[in-house]
């Protein structure tokens, strides 16, 4: 829980976006780093620092074109664009999610990931 431990919260996110940014580090581990990153903005009510973080999050996840990372970052930043009251793009975020879910091959991961896409959508509505 972020509340009582902001400092700790945000120390260990220091840590986790330094090391995202040693050039050891794996594209699949930048990625999760920036998950990461991107929920602790988030729980700590940090929402216009989240935006970025989600932007990077879907650059990522597009240069792994890893399907689930791409519609788990779009819905992602639908997300952090909706806490953040910028309504508009968070709707054009969670629409691309719900696309790219939509055209993944395995069923069971697309029906997964469509929900989730929805579940995101609720942001905004």
């Known amino acids: 829980s972020f509340v009582g431990q902001k400092t700790s919260a945000l120390n260990y996110l ?5 090391a995202s940014n040693a050039p050891e580090t ?8 920036y998950a990461e990153a991107l929920q602790i903005f988030s729980d700590g009510k940090l929402y216009n620092a989240a935006k970025p973080i989600s932007l990077e999050s879907v650059r990522l996840a597009d240069k792994l074109n890893d399907s ?3 519609t788990l970052s779009r819905s992602n930043a639908g997300i952090a664009y909706a806490q953040a009251g910028h309504f508009t793009q968070a ?17 069971l991961t697309r029906k997964r990931m ?3 896409s ?8």
Request: aromatic content about 14%.
């Open 118 to 125: 929805y579940l995101a959508s609720g942001y905004i509505e």
């Open 114 to 116: 469509t929900a989730y």
């Open 26 to 33: 794996s594209l699949r581990q930048k990625y999760r780093n």
């Open 68 to 70: 689930m990372y791409k």
């Open 14 to 18: 220091s840590r986790v976006l330094e």
């Open 91 to 107: 709707r054009e975020w969670t629409n691309d999610g719900m696309e790219k879910a939509k055209m993944m091959s395995d069923e």
